[in-house]
């Protein structure tokens, strides 16, 4: 530099043959960085915008995987908790069926009971009432000779004088 201030030169230019080399110089660095860097540099570039892109398209896929297995889930939820209230009515209705049907049972049990106790209380107040005639038929012809002063041994008139006397009691009785 102080060589071309000395010859009287342009110190702001510099010499012919400096800015030759250096234009071969940038020439060949431009050369090499166009064949060689920026492809490299582009292909590593879409490679990573690929990458993300994909993990992207990846996680939106996972995402609405996701989403779909969670509308699935909810709905096999829905119909679990249908088929648990369907079973829960299901065995509601049998119980009070089941229910229905021992209180039927019981009823006619105790139908059949009650019937029971009232034919065997008939048979016993027919029984009673058999043995009670034949005896007041007894006590009602002793009685009756001794205020009549007069035997009713005759079998026949005694029975006849019973009846119609058990026949008036039973008028009498019945109104």
Do not use: C, H
């Amino acid at each position: 530099m102080y060589i071309a201030a000395e010859e009287g030169g342009n110190i702001l230019l510099p010499p012919l043959s400096e800015i030759i080399v250096g234009l071969v110089a940038f020439g060949v660095v431009l050369f090499i960085l166009v064949k060689f860097v920026f492809p490299r540099m582009e292909a590593m570039y879409q490679a990573r915008v690929d990458a993300i892109e994909g993990g992207i398209k990846r996680a939106e896929a996972a995402q609405a995987e996701a989403n779909q297995l969670l509308e699935q889930y909810k709905a096999q939820l829905a119909e679990a908790r249908t088929d648990a209230a369907k079973i829960r009515d299901d065995a509601r209705a049998d119980a009070e069926g089941i229910r229905q049907d021992v209180l039927a049972k019981a009823r006619e049990e105790s139908d059949r009971i009650i019937a029971a106790g009232k034919e065997q209380l008939a048979a016993e107040r027919q029984t009673i009432v058999r043995e009670l005639r034949a005896e007041v038929g007894t006590i009602a012809v002793d009685l009756a000779s001794k205020i009549v002063g007069e035997s009713l041994a005759d079998e026949a008139r005694r029975k006849g004088t019973v009846d119609r006397f058990l026949s008036d009691l039973e008028s009498t009785g019945a109104r």
